[in-house]
């Protein structure tokens, strides 16, 4: 959907783009951009006809997460 601004799954092009999403170990996802958190920032697709999302980790993060992930 990011790509190709279109519905995998319904091929809607009506698509919702949510820029800031906070995830919290264990307590899933929040849609409230305005909050600060220890957790990873997300962006997500969500089609306004059938509700499919996608979920995305910006570029510049992966890194962190890579590094994060070999240290453990």
């Known amino acids: 959907m990011k790509k190709t601004g279109k519905c995998p799954k319904c091929k809607c092009t009506d698509l919702f783009h949510a820029g ?4 919290w170990a264990g307590e899933g996802l929040s849609l409230n951009g ?3 958190s220890s957790g990873h920032l997300f962006e997500a697709y969500v089609c ?4 499919f999302t996608e979920i995305y980790m ?3 993060r992966l890194t962190t997460v ?3 992930d070999k240290k453990e």
């Open 34 to 36: 305005g909050i600060v």
């Open 20 to 23: 800031k999403i906070h995830t």
């Open 48 to 51: 306004t006809n059938c509700g």
């Open 58 to 60: 910006p570029k510049k």
């Open 66 to 68: 890579k590094k994060e």
